[in-house]
């Protein structure tokens, strides 16, 4: 499998690993179907003492119990895996060694959807989280900077995986900017940590 690692560890450039055909094009198709028909939510968001739609869809599935706060106001309650997620998430794991909790889904319906710059950090997911984030449907640019540094561009294709190693949201944050081209759905869906106990 193709693989491009911008990280070493005597030298670490971006934290991240990315697979441009980490699944093949008939399985990333028949996923991206998949996803269509998954319990897709409008979230709204408060920013700046404004209430306002989040400017895309969010879906969370995983185990019970691993609810998910984020921004400090929208919570996010697990439905149960699919089959289809949940042999995903075998699928990361077996190839990364990074053990996840949760998948929350994006879905960027047009070129205004949109997630602004941030770090994965919220407690929930432990400390120096992993996180793997598998793209379908359009191509988006994402984007990716040290804390008051330049971004680097990714484009994230149909049925690519791209992991943030441990120690990446201390340090970067990324981003999906809005653009003025037309671009149809794409879907992402990112496999986090997270600290609740098992039952
Ligand atoms: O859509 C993406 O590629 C990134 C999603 C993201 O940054 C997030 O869910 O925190």
């Known amino acids: 499998m193709q693989q491009l690692t911008l990280f070493s560890e ?20 028949s996923l991206y ?15 700046a003492g404004k209430t306002m739609p989040v400017p895309r869809l969010e879906c969370i ?28 998430q075998d699928r990361i794991t077996a190839l990364t060694g990074y053990k996840f909790r949760i998948v929350i889904g ?4 047009t070129g205004t959807d949109s997630i602004g710059w ?25 984007q990716i900077k040290p804390i008051g540094g330049r971004p680097t561009d990714f484009w994230l294709e149909h049925g690519s ?5 441990p120690g990446c949201q201390s340090t970067h944050l990324h981003q999906v900017p809005k653009t003025n081209k037309v671009v149809s759905t794409r879907i992402n869906l990112t496999f986090r940590p997270h600290t609740a106990r098992s039952r």
Not at 34 to 45: A, F, G, P
Not at 134 to 140: A, D, F, H, K
Not at 161 to 165: G, R
């Open 106 to 109: 994006n879905q960027y319906r």
């Open 10 to 29: 005597s030298a670490p450039v971006i934290p991240v690993t990315y697979y441009p055909d980490f699944l093949g094009t008939e399985a990333a198709n």
């Open 161 to 165: 995986l791209l992991v943030m190693h």
């Open 61 to 88: 599935y995983g185990d019970y119990g691993c609810d998910y706060l984020y921004s400090k106001c929208v919570f996010l309650k697990p439905l149960t895996w699919t089959e289809q997620l949940s042999n995903l």
């Open 33 to 47: 179907q998949h996803c269509l028909q998954l319990e897709w939510q409008q979230n709204q968001i408060r920013i």
């Open 118 to 142: 941030h770090a994965d950090n919220e407690p929930s997911m432990g400390s120096n989280p992993a996180i793997a984030s598998v793209s379908l449907g359009s191509c988006r640019k994402f």
